[in-house]
């Protein structure tokens, strides 16, 4: 049967069965087609149920209310809302419509962040949120974040990011750093293991500085300090225009009481130069 004999209850109840990108492809296939495809009946089931009620804590959304839930999914996708007294940003992934989170420098754990000695705090025209953390100089790198597990998505594999940016001073950032993500009881406390016992035996494998920055260094060192092998370095394709550092990957299940632990240190070395905006938690891509 052609399916666009079926009525259009029947087409948009098929086409909710598939994704968001697949979704807007049926609607160029013909009138009747794209009627079903863009109906709130299809763009319903691709947001997650809980929106509504995230959505509700938002000091941040637009005067002018979205005319669908089409139209409702694709500002999510582009245009994050900030909710948690404006510490943490909700939207969607524009490929599935799975929850996605960006919490603010001011919501993470930063060794010395109180310190001006050590941090300072500057508000910035391109970040989401009302200030980013600005490292002056340390040696104990510790930046941690949290966010509970039963926020995101459930069956939904999500990999975690650090969001910064280099400054004019940025020194001591071309040597990598220890990145790791689990799980961790609810309301645990960060002392308790310390950064130390929580890190012991893992590689440092994250170099902060792009990677044509320091390419002939690297290539000199890697004789010398066969650590450096396997390294990675940032993504710097991010829209905004800030760079992002992998911290690892977290199977959500969707039943786990819990906090997903993001983690980023480096304590060896002297460095400064670091401007954090936040740490990103959104959905792998296959």
């Known amino acids: 049967m052609d399916l666009q004999e079926l009525?259009?209850?029947?087409?948009?109840?098929?086409?909710s069965l598939t994704s968001p990108p697949d979704a807007?492809?049926?609607?160029?296939?013909?009138?009747d087609i794209r009627s079903a495809a863009e109906s709130d009946a299809v763009w319903s089931k691709f947001i997650p149920p809980e929106t509504h009620t995230i959505l509700s804590q938002s000091s941040s959304l637009s005067s002018s209310p979205p005319k669908s839930t089409k139209e409702l999914y694709m500002a999510l996708c582009d245009n994050p809302v900030l909710i948690d007294e404006g510490n943490m940003s909700f939207s969607l992934d524009k490929w599935s419509g799975k929850k996605c989170y960006m919490?603010?420098?001011?919501?993470?754990?930063?060794a010395w962040g109180g310190t001006p000695q050590y941090w300072t705090w500057k508000p910035l025209p391109e970040s989401r949120f009302k200030e980013a953390a600005e490292l002056r100089f340390v040696c104990w790198l510790e930046i941690r974040g949290r966010i509970d597990t039963r926020m995101l998505s459930p069956s939904t594999t999500y990999k975690a990011y650090l969001v910064y940016k280099l400054t004019q001073g940025t020194y001591g950032l071309d040597w990598p750093s220890v990145v790791t993500v689990g799980a961790r009881a609810h309301g645990f406390d960060y002392e308790c293991p310390g950064l130390m016992e929580i890190t012991a035996g893992i590689k440092p494998t994250a170099i902060l500085v792009p990677q044509r920055n320091i390419e002939i260094h690297i290539e000199r060192q890697v004789g010398i300090y066969p650590e450096l092998n396997g390294v990675k370095f940032?993504?710097?394709s991010r829209a905004d225009g800030w760079l992002e550092m992998e911290l690892?990957?977290?199977?959500?299940?969707g039943d786990e009481e819990g906090e997903l632990e993001m983690i980023c240190c480096e304590t060896s070395r002297g460095k400064s130069g670091l401007l954090v905006q936040g740490i990103e938690v959104r959905p792998k891509r296959n």
């Open 24 to 31: 807007c492809r049926f609607s160029l296939l013909s009138k």
């Open 234 to 236: 940032p993504n710097e």
């Open 7 to 15: 009525p259009e209850g029947c087409i948009a109840n098929v086409i």
């Open 103 to 110: 919490i603010a420098a001011k919501r993470l754990r930063i």
């Open 248 to 253: 690892g990957e977290f199977h959500c299940q």
